[in-house]
């Protein structure tokens, strides 16, 4: 089976409502977040960024990475959490990764059978994408601990849905999403 590390929304310039309260999140939970980037570079799994456009439809993904570490009110986690030279990166209109996207396309010209999600906020996008993951027939592991929230009450009910409801796998740890007995 062939595995894609996806990661959703790390390119955020936190200057919106639920700023504050994401960045916050972001910075308790980087070290988790930044050891599942590189555990998974070491693994030699393809990484896909997806992250939302920030209106900016000009297709330049370097270009918003930049602004969010210059203008942005969170450098310091959105540095070691931006994409390496050879990551992939594909802009999303919506919630999922899938939607309106060349995702599932891309997977699946890559042979990829199941999709390992980090990213944010886990209630909304992350959570949203893997559901749509299963929906298109591929095989979803979110690493909980290497997603930032804006609520962690509301972070549970969605975790709790997309395991429940959704068929999705919640893992604490890439190495567990990983193990032979993980691929459902």
């Not at 955020?12 to 980087?30: I, K, Q, V, Y």
């Not at 999709?115 to 992350?126: Q, R, S």
Request: with cysteine; hydrophobic share 45%; aromatic share 6%.
């Amino acid at each position: 089976m062939s595995d894609a590390l996806i990661v959703v929304d790390v390119i955020n310039t936190f200057r919106h409502d639920d700023g504050p309260a994401l960045l916050e999140s972001f910075r308790a939970r980087l070290t988790a977040m930044t050891a599942t980037l590189a555990e998974a570079r070491d693994a030699q799994l393809p990484i896909i960024y997806t992250n939302d456009a920030a209106n900016g439809w000009d297709g330049d993904a370097p270009g918003l990475v930049r602004h969010a570490i210059d203008h942005g009110a969170g450098a310091d986690v959105v540095k070691p959490l931006a994409p390496a030279e050879h990551d992939r990166f594909i802009f999303k209109p919506r919630y999922s990764g899938f939607d309106h996207t060349a995702l599932a396309p891309l997977l699946e010209c890559d042979g990829i059978e199941r999709v390992i999600l980090v990213g944010a906020a886990v209630e909304g996008c992350v959570v949203q994408t893997a559901i749509d993951a299963r929906e298109l027939g591929f095989k979803a592991t979110i690493v909980s601990s290497a997603c930032a929230t804006v609520d962690e009450e509301l972070e549970q009910i969605a975790l709790a849905y997309a395991r429940r409801v959704g068929g999705v796998r919640i893992a604490e740890r890439l190495a567990e999403a990983l193990r032979d007995d993980a691929r459902v």
